[in-house]
DNA sequence: GTACCATATATCAAAACGATATATCGATTT
DNA sequence: AAATCGATATATCGTTTTGATATATGGTAC
């Protein structure tokens, strides 16, 4: 009942869907993945390479084309690893915002400092809800399709959030120009 | 222009308001903190001996009352590397949320499991949420002192998002359940 | 043909996490 | 008075993750 490794989860879960490789994993997480998780070769790799030796996933070494690559599927041993994080519900959830932490210690710098530092933040939020409003419109679509809705639930857990995020923004503004709510 | 590490930053913003032990350190963050950011007694009592020997913090040794105990306190140094990292607008903002992940992968499991997830995400968010309103409204009767306003936003920022969390929550068992959107 | 970018694997130092060890102080219980 | 227990307090250790870098090849644009 050791704590899995995360990073374990993240992998076998995308190799549930289809066989990868290391560097195809970095490039699914850095896309859809990325709005609540995320992970570095420097964790994909080693990861690989012990739930390879533990018999979670196996090597599918092509080098049909030429170039080295090597292909990782995943094992039954490797789904029953996944299928029993799944059917555990607790879960830890983290956010982890420097935009807050300079907030809640604004004091200690000029109010019109805090303020940009919120509308750098406002602006990144802005893009990525741009981002993501564009992914639900084409997710909708394909609604009906069993493995989109989880996708789709994701996208829309981060337009909820973002939006809330921008609420906030226009009230914090206001709260510190001496708006007081 | 090194990455400072981010412990520091939390530390030195925590001793500008008052000298403090690494024990307190802790439990600060644990407290109003803990809601977008956390340490750990690994990082901080590091964190402190490094930053003593930097001169950004000095230690205030008081065994007076018997007990050992080191209090830190911040120097010009100190306060001079709190306020530049403030002053960089720029800031690193990370949802790490496993509920998310367990949701993106819940084509792996029957949709019950993945329903019970979000019912337990859903009880973990209305207690929290319970709490940063009764720091809402304690707040709101002293926010005419300058520094409970960052305090202050830094709540209104939870409840924002924890409330977007719920409306969430319910749209995703709708869809599970069928009730496409 | 060469410059450039995407692909691909791998490693390393630094940072953070989470657990544990150790010990003392104060309050409550027996 | 002794024992127990929880809060205070410092510190370290193994593991995980990050972020940067090294190395090299394939494809393509000029």
Redesign the pocket.
């Given at each position: 009942m050791?704590?899995e490794?995360?990073?374990?989860m993240v992998i076998l879960g995308l190799l549930s869907h289809e066989p990868l490789?290391?560097?195809?994993?970095?490039?699914r997480i850095d896309g859809a993945i990325r709005f609540f998780?995320?992970?570095?070769?420097?964790?994909?790799?080693?990861?690989?390479?012990?739930m390879e030796t533990a018999g979670l996933v196996t090597k599918e070494s092509s080098s049909e084309?030429?170039?080295?690559?090597?292909?990782y599927a995943i094992t039954p041993s490797g789904t029953a690893a996944l299928t029993a994080w799944l059917q555990d519900s607790q879960a830890?959830n983290?956010l982890?915002y420097e935009t807050l932490l300079k907030l809640f210690f604004g004091g200690a710098v000029d109010k019109q400092t805090t303020i940009h530092t919120i509308e750098m933040f406002e602006q990144n939020v802005r893009q990525e809800l741009e981002l993501l409003k564009r992914y639900e419109q084409n997710l909708a679509r394909v609604l009906e399709q069993q493995d989109h809705v989880y996708y789709y639930l994701t996208v829309t857990f981060g337009i909820e959030t973002y939006e809330g995020y921008l609420r906030w923004c226009e009230k914090a503004k206001g709260v510190l120009l001496g708006n007081l709510p």
């Open positions: 050791a704590n490794r995360k990073i374990d490789t290391g560097y195809d994993i970095k490039k998780w995320k992970g570095s070769f420097g964790s994909i790799y080693p990861a690989l390479n012990t084309s030429g170039r080295e690559k090597i292909v830890k983290e982890k």
